[in-house]
């Protein structure tokens, strides 16, 4: 009994021996394996180190090499890293222990506490834009776009930045702000209603149109273009509107008739001006409004005083005819009794009874004179200008043919005178006038009348000089006008220098004089070129 027993234990002893043994075997198996696993990632991890001290290694050129200034700084504010372009920006380098915070503006203190407090707690910055001192570019403005900067365990250790110089932006966009200011005021005290509209809805007003209109700002706002302009200004403006809208146009301008808040109306010269968008498209419009109302009452006015003025002008010249030859009839009557009675009696009348009757002639001939200037003053006017190719040189030598010259009496062209285009009539008549005017008041023994012209560039200066008995300057204007004369009234009508007057206006002229009493007075005249 016992040897079995003892042969059973040997036998359990002998397996567990060999279960031992093949756990052993299976320990050192795997103990291997550990071995090798742990091995292998010592160097994986060896690798990761590396390639992660890489990464950080091309990071750190990128912020080096970046364009925009970067920087980061611990969380009180202290600089710890730079770029080149931050160093070239601020001023400053690492070594010069600089605190962001020390160069912001004062005035943008309290911006920049609240700006880093939401930093903190959001882990990001954008669009942060305080105005910094910098070493050699003084004041600046800037833009940071930023965030923090975490440890491996997710704890905050710095914040990084980079910024953008943004001066230029900010002083263009102040000054685009003050512009649009005062354009603004300008608009709002501009002297023109200014309305800008959508397709009729009303977007903005100025008080002058408020103020045309009779709506307060609220209530214009309220209405439609329609709401205040009469039915046929905007069927007449509408056409036009259209053809804006399609882009055949990009203003217009037209008379239109408003209507006021209280039911009046006046009219106004509108001008629509097209306000498209960067692709072409029409946005609104600007509409500039100015009341002509008064302007128009004017131009009717002045339309119906032309049509009296012509009316009467008709009515003179018809009159001025009819009175010349009621007149002139008895004078021919009158003439011929006083010639006859001078053939019949001058013998039996004594020397003052001979006079007389030679001074009723002389009378008689200067009333019949009277009456032809005053006919050839009411004729004249443009509308019956017949112009044509004049050599004044010719007519000159007509006129010196015709008109009394006395002996003592020398007419003389000082330079040959141009050829002009006016009316021949009117040209003779003038000068005519002028060299009558000159020959007759010369008391010198030698007379001379000069006769000359200069070619300016929109105008023919002429000009006749007399040695003559000159002109009293109180005269200078007054011999222009009508009736108006010097010296001898028995060879003067006091007409010849207003025909002369009216026909230099018609061509557009000037008339004027020099004088001296006892040594002579030049005439000068102007006359436009004609096309």
Known sequence: ?????????????????????????????????????????????????????EKNSELDNVFVNIVDPYIVMDLRGKMIKM???????????????IMLTDLVHPDYKQYSINSFSALYTTGLIKRYRPRIFTKNKGLRYVEINGSIVKDKTGKPIAAQGVLRDITYEFEMKSLLDLQRQRLDIIVENSPLGILLT???????????????????????????????????????????????????????????????????VFSAKTTVNAVKNSKGVLEYE????????????????????????????KGLQEYAHIVSHDLKSPLRSISALTTWMYEDYKDKLDDNGVYNLKMMQEKVESMDKLIDGILKYSTIKSDNLDNSIVDVNEVVKEITDIIYIPDHVRVVIVRKLPTIYADRTKIHQLIQNFLSNAVVHIEQKRGLVEV?????????????????????KEYHEKIFKIFQSIGNKERSTGIGLSIVKKIIDLYEGKVWLKSEIGKGTTFFFTLKKQK
Not at 1 to 10: G, Q
Not at 204 to 224: C, F, P, Q, V, W
Not at 226 to 241: M, T, W
Request: hydrophobic share 35%; proline share 1%; net charge negative.
């Open 198 to 264: 959508v397709k009729g809805d009303l977007i903005k007003s100025n008080r002058t149109i408020e103020e045309m209109l009779g709506y307060s700002e609220d209530e214009l706002m309220a209405l439609h273009v329609q709401d205040f302009i009469s039915i046929e200004s905007l069927k007449e403006s509408q056409v036009l509107r259209e053809k804006m809208y399609e882009g055949n146009m990009d203003n217009f301008s037209i008379n239109k008739k408003y209507l006021r808040k209280d039911g009046s």
């Open 452 to 472: 000359d012209c200069i070619e300016r560039p929109k105008f023919w200066e002429f000009s006749i000089k007399d040695n003559g008995v000159g002109i009293p």
């Open 286 to 313: 600007v509409a500039l409004i100015e009341d002509i109302t008064h302007e128009l009452e004017l131009e009717e006015e002045k339309i119906q005083l032309v049509k009296d003025l012509e009316s009467s002008n």
């Open 83 to 97: 770029n080149t372009a931050a160093e070239e920006f601020l001023g400053y380098t690492i070594e010069d222990n």
């Open 1 to 53: 009994m016992e040897s079995k027993d003892i042969t059973l234990l040997k036998k359990a002893l002998l397996r567990q021996k060999k279960a031992r043994q093949q756990a052993e075997k299976i320990l050192e198996e795997k103990s291997k394996e550990l071995y090798d696993t742990s091995l292998h990632l010592k160097e994986t991890n060896k690798i990761l180190e590396n390639l992660l001290e």
